[in-house]
């Protein structure tokens, strides 16, 4: 088991053998994600090529089938670069090989904190992907209005470029619901995340209707863990626990500052086991849709 935090880590149930834990990582301006100087980089190769070609954003946009906010916001370093617009990027502006090679040295995702990056790598290439949540609806859930309320109360305070770079990044793991249909997505959450009314009625109606929609896909399930129900396996915390294609297992846990990746087999056989309880404590799918489409009309 790796650990990925500056603060302390929690407790692992109560074990008596604890696992060894690697010294943690020090991070510095608060561990928040930041613009990395390659994303600048490789904007001002793309805006080289792109006045080379004798085209504006607005005329470069629909060439790639990006926005031309996207555009800027590539250009300007402020957003990882799709591999979809890489490779049109190449072919329309005739690059010689130049975009698509700048994009290889992005090392990272601006956008995720340094502690999540290795378990968002992981997420591209998973088939199986559980999330319990009990604080906040998971980023792969959220829509723009939702993270943006929780962008703008984080402490100490982002400003308006970095909460643009953090909502990118998210934007883009997001496409993971649907571009991998044969990924096996499972979120439980928890009721009262939707009854807090996060950013207002609007927000989380909103909210609400993307989740539903999410649930629609075959390869989503999403489930709710009622207010009712007096304890239930997942009282411990937050987890997600994810399958590689050659069938191996690590799950993570994510502190205020920090994060707790796990690859010790003994310890993911305790998660497991608590997830799969939590399958069968929480309400079946069919329920579960009931219970948010009444919670969408009572906003």
């Known amino acids: ?34 613009t990395s100087e390659g994303l600048k980089a490789f904007g001002e190769v793309v805006k080289a090529f792109r006045r080379r070609a004798g085209l504006t954003q607005e005329a470069l946009a629909p060439k790639v089938l990006y926005s031309p906010e996207t555009v800027a916001s590539i250009e300007q370093g402020r957003r990882f670069p799709p591999h979809a617009f890489v490779e049109r990027a190449e072919e329309v502006l005739d690059a010689f090989g130049a975009i698509r090679g700048a994009a290889r040295h992005l090392s990272r995702k601006p956008g995720l904190a340094k502690w999540f990056q290795q378990w968002a790598q992981l997420e591209e290439d998973a088939i199986s992907l559980y999330t319990y949540e009990c604080r906040l609806v998971p980023g792969l859930l959220q ?51 939707f009854l807090r009314r996060t950013g207002g009625p609007d927000v989380t109606r909103e909210l609400i209707d993307h989740v539903l ?23 411990a915390g937050p987890v997600q626990l994810l399958e590689t294609p050659d069938h191996r297992w690590f799950a993570y846990n994510e502190t205020q500052r920090g994060g707790l990746f796990v690859s010790d087999p003994k310890e993911l056989s305790v998660l497991q086991m608590r997830y799969a309880r939590m399958r069968s404590q929480a309400l079946p799918l069919e329920d579960s849709v009931s219970l948010l489409q009444r919670m969408r009309g009572a906003q």
């Open 143 to 193: 829509t723009e209005a939702y993270a943006r309320t929780l962008f703008a109360n984080q402490l100490p305070p982002l400003d308006d470029d970095r909460i643009e770079v953090q909502w990118a990044a998210r934007a883009d793991r997001q496409r993971l619901l649907r571009e991998r249909p044969n990924t096996a997505f499972s979120f439980i959450l928890e009721e009262h995340l």
């Open 213 to 235: 929609e999410i649930a629609e896909l075959r390869n989503v399930e999403v489930q709710v863990m009622p207010l009712v129900r007096g304890a239930h396996a997942g009282l």
């Open 1 to 34: 088991m790796t650990v990925m935090t500056d603060g302390a880590v929690a407790g692992s149930g109560g074990r008596g053998n604890e696992p060894r834990i690697q010294p943690p990582v020090q991070r510095s301006g608060g561990g928040e994600p930041e």
